[in-house]
C-alpha cells in the first residue's frame, strides 16, 4: 500500500500482560515515529528512528516500553507489564528524511487502539 | 504555559464562510509549522506546512506563519461540512529533536 500500515488495528489485554505493536512505513521513509494519543489530546512523542537506530526515545514513559526497528523498514513497538494507564491510540508516522526543512512532513498511520483492562 | 496552545472550540462557521483556526508556540526558534485534520475516530492527515514567514496558500487552505508574534494560523475558505474535524497544529522545535510538538486541537463545526 502507499501509506503507513499499523497492525492490529485494536488491541484488548488484560492488565499485566506483553503486548507487540506493528508499523510498516511508507516505501522509502527513512524515518520511523512512534506516537501515542489520549483521548481529547494531541499525539504525544514516544521514540524516533533514523534507519535501524532509536534516535531518541526521550519520549518512552517507561522501561517497561520499549521499540525495534532491526531492518530499517517495519518497526514494532513493545509495552511489557501493560498498565490500564497505558490505554490510548498508539499513532506510527513516517518521513522521507529525519532532516528540517523539505522531506521531513510525518505521515501518520491508521493507528493501533490499545485497551487494558 | 503550553508549548503548543490552541483554542480548544468547537468553532462553528456556517457553510460557505471561511474558518480561521489560530496556534500560538513558546519556543521562539521553531522552524517547521504543520496543520493536521482529524475526523474523530480517526489519525492525523497532513494537510499543510509551513516554513517561512508569510502565507501558503493550497487549494481552499491558506497557512500564514508570523515568526516574530509566535503564531500560526489556519484558513479555510469556502467552508464545506465535511470539513468538520479537530485540526492540529504541530511544530517541529529547535531542540534539535525530530518530534513535533502538539496542540490539543480546535474542534471546526460548518453548519449546513
Known amino acids: 500500500g502507499a501509506g503507513v500500515s499499523q497492525t492490529p488495528s485494536n488491541k484488548v489485554t488484560e492488565k499485566g500482560k506483553y503486548v507487540e505493536l506493528r508499523c510498516d512505513p511508507i516505501s522509502g521513509h527513512t524515518a520511523l515515529y512512534w506516537y501515542r494519543q489520549s483521548l481529547g489530546q494531541g499525539p504525544e512523542f514516544l521514540i524516533y528512528?533514523?534507519?535501524?537506530?532509536?534516535?531518541?526515545d526521550s519520549g518512552l514513559p517507561n522501561d517497561r516500553f520499549f521499540a525495534v526497528r532491526p531492518e530499517g523498514s517495519v518497526s514494532t513497538l513493545k509495552i511489557q507489564r501493560t498498565e490500564r494507564g497505558d490505554s490510548a491510540v498508539y499513532l506510527c508516522a513516517s518521513s522521507l528524511t529525519g532532516t528540517s526543512g523539505r522531506g521531513n512532513e510525518q505521515f501518520f498511520g491508521p493507528g493501533t487502539r490499545l485497551t487494558v483492562l | 504555559q503550553k508549548e503548543v496552545e490552541q483554542n480548544s472550540g468547537p468553532l462553528s462557521v456556517p457553510e460557505g464562510a471561511i474558518a480561521s483556526l489560530n496556534c500560538t508556540y513558546s519556543?521562539?526558534?521553531?522552524?517547521?509549522f504543520f496543520w493536521y485534520r482529524q475526523y474523530s475516530g480517526k489519525s492525523p492527515e497532513l494537510i499543510m506546512f509551513?516554513?517561512?514567514?508569510g502565507d501558503k496558500e493550497d487549494g481552499r487552505f491558506t497557512a500564514q506563519l508570523n515568526k516574530a508574534s509566535q503564531y500560526v494560523s489556519l484558513l479555510i475558505r469556502d467552508s464545506q461540512p465535511s470539513d468538520s474535524a479537530t485540526y492540529l497544529c504541530?511544530?517541529?522545535?529547535?531542540?534539535?529533536?525530530?518530534?513535533?510538538?502538539f496542540g490539543s486541537g480546535t474542534r471546526l463545526q460548518v453548519q449546513p
Open positions: 519556543d521562539r526558534g521553531s522552524q517547521s
Open positions: 504541530a511544530v517541529l522545535m529547535d531542540t534539535g529533536r525530530r518530534a513535533l510538538t
Open positions: 528512528f533514523q534507519g535501524t537506530g532509536a534516535a531518541d
Open positions: 509551513i516554513y517561512s514567514n
